[in-house]
């Protein structure tokens, strides 16, 4: 039992040595309590690592331990999952008040983990962290096995409800190619992209927990090879997605589209909307929003923040630039890569040229994430550190226009900007940099680079 697992926005650990059974069974107990408060009634579902079973199993002992009553899905994707939060099981008369999907997401496959929705807000943060503390606190406390569930057909209802709702597809005449990295994405894009009768290819579409071919992310350019590849050959437009399904990859011919970039896109169908972009959002997304009307929201990073942020401000979208893209126009407000797909399948029905739209943007150069290695103890007092610098910055440092914190510290310079931001998932600094000036975007990043060496001089 560690407290490490118990992170910002999920639980998440190597299976057996920090996910093993005397620790699941906790955590579906002590959260089970709270489930119980709400109703009892939990929905469950896995990814396609090798031990998403065998976790679910513990998770369910927890449970029911706790006198939920555990309904199982089988193995889904987390969109699927989060979808059972606003859907009545076909074979159960009470509400579902919670979820938990299994899934290390994009981790190697000896990872996993737990997201957690209650009441249909997601349960993260101090709460994890609080649970975390109860779970250690009773860590010898023996729940006896108990892997009773009802199992529920989510995955049905879900394709019908993309297949109703995006009925006007019906014989999309484009060439789709996509990228499923073996995770879960077709336990349910195929049947529906079979049900619309689309024209498509797939590449890795077999749900292995193992990942044989690359690994699930999207974000990560190297693991784009193959489905550029199979584009350039035969297809119009190329998707792929992640272990779990919540995130997305979009290509055309000339774009790998990010997604800041697929927001103002998707925003060009709503009228008036609000947007809320994280702090490693381009700045021409947020001028460019305003421009058109739109309001745009700078927040934190992470999904879990996201979600709560836009429930609060009635947004009708936001987005990670990694591809993280939560739709409340028209869906429920959760990050959803299947349907962040059929969404950009009817920007090309309705005639947009995605090329020209992002060609029409202003020219920046961006840096990618860039990773700063540190320690779990010292990346959050380094970021107060560099706030410190910040206040009286050397004489030769960029001219400051203002400094935005409300992620890490986001520096926006006369033409441009730096970022620096502590990790909530792993012990790192994360750094990212633009400008209209690719010259000054370098300058900014080796500026700034300075910045924290001497912040991390100082705390020595």
């Known amino acids: 039992m560690t407290k490490t697992i118990f992170r ?17 069974k906790l955590i579906g107990y002590f959260l089970g309590k709270k489930i119980k408060a709400l109703g009892g009634v939990v929905s469950i579902g896995y990814d396609a690592r090798t031990h998403s079973p065998i976790l679910r199993n513990y998770l369910a002992s927890g449970l029911n331990f706790a006198g939920c009553k555990v309904l199982d899905m089988g193995m889904v994707a987390t969109p699927v999952n989060y979808f059972s939060n606003y859907v009545q099981p076909v074979n159960v008369e009470e509400q579902v008040v919670a979820s938990v999907m299994i899934t290390g997401s994009h981790n190697p ?40 569930c ?12 993309m297949v109703e709702n995006f009925s006007h597809l019906k014989g999309f005449d484009k060439k789709i190619v996509m990228d499923g990295g073996n ?34 992310d999207p974000s990560v350019e190297e693991n784009l090879v193959d489905v550029k590849a199979l584009l350039e050959k035969d297809g119009d437009i190329a998707f792929a997605y992640d272990g779990d399904a919540d995130r997305i990859a979009v290509l055309t ?40 009307g739109a309001k745009a929201i700078m927040y ?37 890569a299947i349907y962040a797909t059929l969404r950009m399948l009817e920007l090309l029905q309705d005639g947009i040229d995605l090329d020209a739209e992002l060609d029409a943007l202003p020219l920046v150069y961006s840096t990618e994430e860039i990773k700063v290695e540190t320690s779990e103890e010292q990346k959050f007092l380094i970021i107060d550190k560099v706030k410190e610098l910040l206040e009286n910055p050397p004489a030769d440092f960029p001219k400051i226009v203002n400094i935005i914190d409300v992620d890490g510290v986001r520096i926006n310079f006369e033409k441009g900007w ?42 020595k």
């Open 8 to 24: 910002e926005y999920d639980i998440r650990g190597i299976f057996e040595k920090e996910l093993n059974e005397q620790s699941v």
């Open 109 to 148: 496959s000896e990872y996993n983990g737990f997201k957690m929705t209650l009441d249909k807000a997601p349960f993260f943060g101090d709460d994890i962290y609080a649970l975390g503390d109860e779970i250690i606190a009773n860590a010898e406390m023996k729940i006896p096995d108990n892997t009773e």
């Open 150 to 161: 009802i199992e529920i057909d989510t995955k049905r209802q879900y394709i019908d409800y």
């Open 183 to 216: 995770g879960v994405v077709d336990t349910v894009i195929t049947d529906i992209f079979d049900a619309l009768e689309f024209n498509y290819e797939g590449l890795y579409m077999e749900p292995n927990g193992t990942f044989p071919n690359h690994h699930p």
């Open 253 to 292: 011919h000339k774009y790998n589209i990010k997604g800041d970039q697929m927001a103002l896109l998707y925003s060009m169908k709503m009228e008036n909307p609000t947007v809320i972009g994280e702090v490693k959002c381009s700045q021409v997304m947020y001028d460019e929003l305003e421009r058109r």
């Open 300 to 336: 934190k990073t992470g999904h879990s923040n996201l979600k709560v942020k836009m429930k609060e401000t009635n947004a009708d979208l936001a987005c990670e630039v990694s591809g993280h893209i939560f739709f409340k126009h028209r869906y429920f407000g959760y990050d959803d």
């Open 418 to 459: 730096g970022l620096v931001r502590a990790s909530n998932t792993t012990p790192v600094l994360v750094t990212r940099f633009e400008s209209t000036d690719e010259a000054l975007a370098k300058e900014y990043e080796n500026r700034v680079n300075a910045l924290i060496e001497d912040a991390k001089s100082l705390l």
